[in-house]
């Protein structure tokens, strides 16, 4: 197991009941302020795409927008963002997708992405998977092979993976739901 993942993890700070009682809070502001296992961490995550061809890498907003950008750069890959609705002026494709009570929406950019682009979806973290699915099937849907989804943290208890079908699915560290 490579070293720099304990650091990454023990820089990860748990708030108990947030937003609400019952939730444990996995709080990855205080990893961008360690900046030896922020580095890690996008130094994790380049060292395991930078060969793969990849030309888009997908942030989910907003936490995927922090971790997305420099690893597209390291890559030399573009960003694109996946954004909450009514944010992108331009053209969009929408997806909706299932919360713990009622749905939400993602939205990209139409003309963003090619058909045939390989792609890698960017989160901090998976919890049921319904984030990530969403952006899988919005890159789908135009065409695009997504070659895996990434995120800096897993609650495992949640059995999130399942919502990604056979998608490969990359994490550094776990988390307790
Ligand atoms: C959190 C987290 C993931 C998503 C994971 O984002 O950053 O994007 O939830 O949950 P899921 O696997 O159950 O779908 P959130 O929607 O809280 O908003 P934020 O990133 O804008 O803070
Ligand atoms: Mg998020």
Redesign the pocket.
Known sequence: KDPRLARISSAIRVIPDFPKPGILFQDITTLLLDTKAFKDTIDLFVERYKDKEISVVAG?????FIFGPPIALAIGAKFVPMR?PNKLPGKVISEE?S??YGT?IMEMHVGAVEAGERALII???????????AALRLLERVGVHVVECACVIE?PG?K?RE?LGDKPLFVLVNGDA
């Not at 989910?60 to 995927?64: H, L, S, V």
């Open positions: 989910i907003e907003a936490r995927g909450k997708y919360l713990e939400d989160d901090d973290l998976i919890a049921t998977g319904g984030t990530l699915g609650l949640l999130g919502r």
